[in-house]
């Protein structure tokens, strides 16, 4: 077998063909499959090798043991360094139990909570439950413990759901209950975790007065803990510890930063930061998200920091709608109620004024005839007394009718 220049294919030919000669005898009939895995926040190409009527197979990374065949320098003896690594991976399955996994009445104390990136992971996801908010989904696990925490776990994947006969709901409410069991809640202050990191008091890094207030949010296990953000009542007793609204930092899908929102915060700068530290110093597999969140204590929401502030505009919009339709109302509302006060007797008065006023341009057009402001009438009958004033002629009818 030669190991010199292999890629990837010819790596995972290799690894095919011999690795049921590094297992026992049982596995000498087992199906062996290679082919893409996908799991939350990252995808691999991976093995496995199953026995007939094993429920539970373990994913082998082939990706993971050709960069440590590649950096080992592609030798024959690196090789068999590799398969004897894979064999003890397959065989490790022995080790766990797992015929309580069709059995949902044990399977329920062991599920705890995950959240990732919905749209990273939208093919996994669309082949499990979960729920999402706002480009955060939480999914569901069911842990392998080994008496000092989890060591493994899996999916909850739709068939699993059907095949347990129970109901998204029921899933997520014993999930909920069985995490806070499994993976109690840790919240520390930045200053106290970088003390403890670095050996020194907390006191030595606490911020200043002017400095924010930052909490780091995760378990007691450090594992997967950004899912305690969606525990019970969480979000709102972390608003009563602050007092106020605050903003979210998903550093990891391990932990989370907490922030007040005390209006001083450019939530701008906050994103920023959030895809720079991702970049930077984040593994691609353990980044929760690129954006930073806010949560509305009085709401009761959890948000991209972009959908809050749109949802705030409009909100203010809505408020100037309303106060303007609101005076608008009241208007119309006062003028209602001062005819019901006064009856007709606006228009009446309006009727009698416009009747005096014509009455008193009457009388000043007799006081002085012959101006431009003198009506019609008034004109007309000074013609017909011209007209009387002079000597009668035999003049037809019809011409005197004209003259007037």
């Known amino acids: 077998m030669s190991a010199e220049r292999m890629d990837f294919k010819e790596f995972t030919d290799v690894i095919r063909e011999n690795i049921r000669d590094y297992l026992p005898d049982s596995y000498r009939d087992a199906e062996i499959k290679v082919e893409e895995f996908h799991k939350l926040d990252h995808s691999y190409m991976g093995m ?147 003390g403890q990191m670095m050996g020194m008091d907390a006191d030595m890094v606490r911020p200043t007065m002017d400095e924010p207030q930052l909490m780091v949010l995760t378990n007691e296990q450090a594992l997967h803990g950004a899912g305690v953000l969606f525990y019970p009542d969480m979000m709102d007793t972390i608003a009563d510890y602050f007092g106020s609204d605050y903003f979210v930092l998903p550093s990891s899908i391990h932990e989370v930063l907490l922030l007040p929102d005390d209006g001083t915060v450019d939530p701008d700068v906050l994103e920023n930061m959030v895809q720079d530290v991702n970049m930077a110093a984040v593994a691609p597999e353990e980044r929760l998200s690129d954006h930073a969140y806010h949560y509305d204590a009085k709401d009761h929401v959890l948000e991209k920091v972009e959908t809050y502030g749109a949802r705030m505009e409009m909100k203010e919009m809505e408020a100037e709608k309303a106060v303007r339709e609101s005076a608008s109302k009241e208007s119309v509302e006062d003028a209602s109620k001062a005819e019901e006060l006064h009856g007709s007797e606006p228009a009446a008065a309006k009727v009698q004024e416009a009747a005096e006023a014509d009455s008193g341009r009457s009388e000043k057009h007799r006081e002085a005839p012959g101006t431009e402001r003198r009506s019609v009438l008034a004109r007309l009958n000074d013609k017909k007394e011209e007209v009387r004033a002079q000597p009668k002629k035999n003049t037809p009818v019809h011409a005197k009718a004209e003259e007037l």
């Open 48 to 194: 496995q090798v199953k026995r007939e009527g094993q429920m539970v197979v373990p994913n082998i990374n082939l990706d993971a043991h050709y960069s440590t065949f590649m950096r080992n320098g592609q030798s024959l003896a690196g090789m068999d360094a590799v398969l004897q690594s894979i064999s003890q991976e397959v065989q490790s399955q022995l080790l766990f139990d797992t015929e309580w996994l069709q059995d949902y009445s044990q399977v329920k104390d062991k599920l705890y909570i995950r959240v990732s990136d919905a749209q990273e992971n939208a093919y996994i996801l669309s082949n499990s439950p979960h729920k999402e908010v706002d480009g955060l989904a939480v999914s569901y696990h069911i842990a392998f413990e080994n008496g000092h925490g989890i060591e493994a776990s899996t999916t909850v994947t739709n068939n699993l759901l059907k095949m347990y006969g129970i109901t998204e709901e029921q899933l997520h409410n014993d999930a909920m209950a069985s995490s806070q069991q499994l993976l109690p809640v840790h919240l520390v202050s930045l200053a106290e975790m970088m």
